[in-house]
């Protein structure tokens, strides 16, 4: 079992940054890829971003591209999301996801655990 524990969401002005943080806790932490999603009200689930086990590779959501920034740190079992240059159609509530696949990390079903989630208010 991995848990995994978001933090760091909050309400911001557009144009300001965030940084979300998932740590994670349980089984070894550099065996499973790193996913980020989002929901917002009303919506579908939608992917954010990805970051592989070693973190020597990176997808986003060509929407987020250039003002997110997955990262991990294996030793402290936490990835981030820096988020900047935020939007108010980047309101959302934010979910880290875990998987040991190697398949399409943008699909939310290859993920095996999941976060409680963190809100993210972007006002204008």
């Known amino acids: 079992q991995v848990q995994l524990v978001e933090s760091g969401g909050g309400l911001v002005q557009a144009g300001g940054s965030l940084r979300l943080s998932c740590a994670a806790s349980g089984r070894t932490f550099s065996r499973y890829a790193m996913g980020w999603f989002r929901q917002a009200p009303g919506k579908e689930r939608e992917f954010v971003g990805a970051i592989s086990r070693g973190g020597g590779s990176t997808y986003y959501l060509r929407s987020v591209k250039g003002r997110f920034t997955i990262s991990r740190d294996n030793a402290k079992n936490t990835a981030y999301l820096q988020m900047n240059s935020l939007k108010p159609e980047d309101t959302a509530v934010y979910y880290c996801?875990?998987?040991?696949?190697?398949?399409?990390?943008?699909?939310?079903?290859?993920?095996?655990?999941w976060g409680q989630g963190t809100q993210v208010t972007v006002s204008s």
């Open positions: 996801a875990a998987t040991g696949s190697n398949s399409d990390l943008t699909d939310g079903a290859v993920y095996d655990y």
